[in-house]
């Protein structure tokens, strides 16, 4: 099978199956899920949704993070991974977002990325889920599944190789769903250490399990 054939048949099940994906984390405007986006880096979905009703309660604006301390701040995130650098990255994000954005969050890659505690992968999922725009976060799930897949090189070896393949090949209107149907076949079904084949509805087009077979 082709590269192209395992895109089409990629796009053309998930298309029929899962047509409007979302993303598991919680959030109800653009600076929530700026912030949830930010405090998920290493850390799962489910503990961070069990962490931002709190927070976004008591911290609902860029102006309040701009205005809390260290020591206010960091026992509303003390269980995610790393609190201690997020901590210090939503307050200055907090405060870049007052001073230079007018408390908005904005909608282009390269802004995003001046925002302390954003880089390329979490301002890729900004600007795809709250702005619809064709950008592809690379985050493990993608990563591993893409590559699995097939619709990658073998080459492709770091994050952003396989984001410009994965943008290349996929239509633009599909892109910012492309990047759901991955992560969440990665989190329940195409796991790390063993992936759930057996139970897998895209086996047909799947490398991995193509070689799979051959080897057995």
């Known amino acids: 099978m082709t590269r192209k054939e395992r895109y089409e048949a990629f796009i053309n099940f998930f298309t029929e199956h899962f047509p ?15 912030v949830a986006v930010v405090l998920s880096a290493q850390c799962t979905d489910k503990r961070i949704n069990l962490v931002t009703p709190a927070l976004f309660k ?11 301390t260290f020591d206010e701040l960091f026992p509303y995130i003390r269980s995610v991974s790393y609190p201690n650098n997020k901590t210090k990255h939503l307050i200055g994000l907090g405060k870049k977002l ?7 969050v904005p909608g282009t890659i390269e802004d995003l990325q001046t925002l302390p505690g954003v ?7 900004i600007a795809s889920v709250i702005y619809n725009q064709p950008t592809m976060a690379v985050d493990t799930h993608v990563f591993r599944v893409s590559k699995r897949l097939g619709l ?8 952003l190789e396989v984001e410009k393949q994965l943008v290349k090949y996929i239509p633009e209107e599909h892109i910012p769903k492309a990047h759901h149907w991955l992560i969440l076949h990665g989190r329940y079904t195409c ?5 759930k084949c057996d139970e897998c509805a895209i086996t047909s087009f799947c490398r991995y399990y193509e070689n799979s077979l051959k080897q057995r």
């Open 58 to 68: 008591d911290f609902p604006t860029p102006a309040h993070l701009a205005a809390t």
């Open 98 to 104: 007052v001073e230079n954005f007018n408390s908005e």
């Open 119 to 125: 880089g390329r992968k979490t301002a890729n999922v």
């Open 191 to 195: 796991l790390a250490r063993t992936p």
């Open 152 to 159: 990658v090189t073998k080459t492709a070896n770091t994050p």
């Open 20 to 34: 409007e994906p979302e993303t598991e984390l919680h959030y109800g405007n653009p600076f929530e899920l700026l």
